[in-house]
């Protein structure tokens, strides 16, 4: 909000940014108050400028390709004519959905975040062809797109998104100068992150490498100041730190297992096989052991991962449990050859400095 702030000052109040933001979903209003249970769907704030080049820049094909990449909805744009101050406009007012033949259906959360992204990439496009309607916009800001999305998702948005931003940075003006649009993206979402730091510092043949600054908002224990720094590192994935701490709590001698950490290491499976495209944690049964103990490992991880094993009540695990689970963490680890970072206690920390 400081950033669209200070640009509004420096532009005599008009509005300098792209944004794609909770603010930019708030644009799109449900309107399911149904007459003849018949016009469900999104009500558009047209006079928002974030819809100036709907009518002339014809963008219902390039949002359906997109949305074709995530989702299996269709879409349908109404318009109407709008005016503002002496000027008159033709936006969209509304949006209906339909699905294998089913008009009018309403969609899920997950998926009009999907569809509304989808809309923001293809005026994206239009910013960077440097269209008349969008010849305002001077930077784009990106903040958290995938809030709402499961991982394979969150992947594709990175990719694409990815792929948008390599062709700002090697834009250039009529004359054929270099003229990059600098682009903010922000998110607290580590798969997303990591993607887009490979995807973007990824050397493309014939293409000029694209230059990309990377921070982390950082909080020292010790107050309640946050400082934006700068690393050059592609940051380890949650679920991988997260599988460090299991293999610390699972050592015989210095750890300590309780009931709830089988919760954590079937989400990290779950993450993991959802990574490599399938739905559910039997493809890394299947990879860490052949033999009989698969079944075994599957009933285990579906009974000692629920119940009574809230983190907030925490029980030590049996011997037996203990057991079990180093094992299937070991095969895990070792199948799927993670390298983990090694996890210090603060006293060691100390000892080593």
Known sequence: ???????????????????????????FTWDNDLENDAARGLKVNQFSKFFDGFTNLGLEPTIDDYLSRYADFGFDFEYKEIRQ????????YFVRFSKEGQENIKISRGEESIFIWCIFMAICERVLDGQESYQWV????????????????????????????????????DGGASNPMKIVV???????????????????????????????????????????????????????????????????????????????????????????????INFCLKAIDGDENSALFNRALNLLSHGKYAIHEPTPMGEDNQDLFRKILEKFINSFQFELPEIFSESTKRAKS
Not at 85 to 92: A, H, M, R
Request: aromatic residues 12%; hydrophobic residues 35%.
């Open 138 to 173: 001077k930077y784009i800001y990106i903040d958290d797109p995938v809030s709402s999305l499961d991982d394979n998702n969150a992947i594709s948005v990175a990719c694409d998104l990815a792929k948008l931003l390599r062709r700002a940075a090697n834009r250039k003006n």
């Open 186 to 280: 922000s998110s607290h979402h580590s798969l997303f992150f990591n993607v887009m730091c490979n995807e973007i510092g990824r050397t493309k043949e014939n293409e000029p490498k694209v230059r990309h600054k990377r921070y982390f908002l950082h909080r020292a224990k010790s107050d309640n100041l946050y400082t934006l720094r700068a690393t050059e590192d592609t940051p380890y994935f949650h679920h991988v730190a997260t599988l460090s701490e299991l293999q610390k709590a699972a050592e015989p001698d210095s750890g300590m297992l309780y009931t709830f950490h089988f919760n954590a290491l079937r989400s990290i499976m779950e993450k993991t096989a959802a990574f490599f495209g399938h739905s559910d």
């Open 1 to 27: 909000m400081d950033f669209k702030d200070q640009g509004k000052r420096k532009n005599s109040g008009k509005p300098d940014t792209l944004y794609f933001n909770a603010f930019t979903e708030d644009l």
């Open 85 to 92: 101050g002496s000027e008159s406009f033709t936006k969209p």
